[in-house]
């Protein structure tokens, strides 16, 4: 395995500026922001893009992995995570759209794995949402596998603020509903960008998803989660982790790493783990962002070769 990091938490810095440090401080691979360049950036991190998909020529893409390739690195996945079954048709199509692109750049870097969210019409039931999935969806993935590239779904609820609250905005959140998907699209360029950290909190064994869904996780995210247990008490199980999942870096939280890495490995995962650091007590600053990454590090690198 090699240890990667997601470049969206440097939105100060270039692609270049971010190989330079990665590679000096131990990181093998970059999964690569993409949303689209100069987009706004609605919440926090999303709207970075450190390659521009839209635009993005042959001899561009030759030029960043030849960057990377002199500092050691490879590009693990290209990353954009929107809502792909948005309500507002107009805005739905603009991501798709977009999507295609990323999938398209994907293949110009010669990176076989785009990291998105199914999305979610937070109106729907799961059921409805799952019909409204099984029309969007397979020519999305039919489109990726044309081009030789793997769509890797993260399962995140994207529940963290009113506005997403009660339904979230991504589907994919637990195995059932996985299953579902794998059936409605059983494509082998479709699968998992496995984060252990939405799983922690919804008490779903996160051993055990790696070896019942081990075929399906293309990219693995590194992210921790610490349960405020004055949250949750104050809250209670019904606020979907709203007051109380708290994401952190790895090794601060409640993921034991060591076994989780042994898991994948055991389940013949031999791709990057991608450090997502979403730890607002390691933001703010650049110094404080690197700070993280390097506690991160610390964390997963003893378990990883």
């Not at 990091?5 to 970059?30: D, H, R």
Request: net charge negative; hydrophobic share 45%; charged share 20%.
């Amino acid at each position: 395995m090699k240890l990667g990091l997601l470049t969206a938490a440097f939105p100060m810095l270039t692609l270049e500026e971010i190989a330079v440090w990665a590679s000096a401080n131990g990181y093998q691979a970059l999964e690569i922001a993409a949303w689209p360049a100069g987009s706004a950036t609605e919440r926090r991190y999303a709207g970075v893009s450190h390659l521009d998909a839209a635009t993005l020529t042959q001899d561009q893409a030759d030029a960043i992995v030849a960057l990377l390739a002199e500092h050691n690195l490879t590009i693990s996945a290209l990353a954009y995570y929107p809502n792909n079954l948005h309500p507002d048709l107009a805005h739905r199509a603009e991501v798709n759209g977009h999507l295609r692109q990323v999938i398209q750049a994907a293949a110009l870097l010669h990176v076989d794995v785009v990291g998105t969210f199914v999305g979610r019409d937070p109106r729907k039931n799961v059921a409805d949402n799952l019909a409204l999935f099984g029309e969007v969806w397979p020519e999305l993935v039919r489109f990726a596998g044309k081009h030789g590239v793997k769509i890797a779904i993260e399962n995140c609820p994207m529940i963290f603020s009113d506005d997403e609250w009660p339904g979230g905005l991504n589907l994919a959140y637990a195995p059932t509903i996985w299953r579902e998907m794998f059936s409605i699209i059983p494509d082998t360029n479709f699968g998992l960008n496995l984060d252990p950290s939405h799983l922690l909190w919804q008490h779903i064994d996160y051993l055990r998803v790696v070896e019942d869904f081990s075929a399906r996780i293309f990219h693995v995210h590194a992210k921790d989660m610490e349960i405020n247990r004055e949250g949750l008490y104050q809250h209670g199980v019904l606020s979907l982790g709203m007051g109380w999942q708290v994401p952190r870096l790895p090794g601060l939280g409640e993921i034991q790493w060591d076994r989780f890495i042994s898991a994948l490995y055991a389940a013949g995962y031999n791709n990057v783990i991608s450090v997502e650091h979403e730890d607002r007590a390691f933001e703010g600053t650049e110094e404080q962002i690197k700070r993280g990454f390097l506690i991160a590090r610390n964390a997963l690198i003893p378990s990883i070769v």
